[in-house]
């Protein structure tokens, strides 16, 4: 799995975001301080996209590519703390999966 976080996104980043989004958000995405990136295997990122969620005041959004690998990638909108937190729960939480604690 990937991570990255893009602080200040600029317009142009923004509108890529916006084009590949797989439907229109039913919470309004706009004005945030950042964007979180998480790119891995479907059941990863939904497990992801829960965590982020319950973590932080973020919006998560699913974004379409076309990946050969079968990869999917989802975008976590925010504040750049509550980003930076949800990434941080993202990767704790998966870590502990793999090593196979119970959450």
Known sequence: M????????SK???DILFR????????P???????GLVQGRLID???????AEKAAGVVVEDIKGH???????????GDTASVEA?????QDKLEAV????AL
């Open 45 to 51: 990122m939904v497990f992801a996209a829960d965590i």
């Open 67 to 77: 990946c050969p690998q079968n990869l999917i990638m989802i975008a976590i909108f």
């Open 20 to 27: 590949r989004k797989s439907s229109t958000s039913t919470i």
């Open 2 to 9: 990937e991570y990255r976080i893009i602080k200040s996104p």
């Open 29 to 35: 995405i706009e004005n945030y301080d950042a964007v």
């Open 98 to 101: 793999r090593k196979g604690d």
């Open 86 to 90: 949800a990434i941080k729960d993202i």
């Open 12 to 14: 142009g980043t923004l």
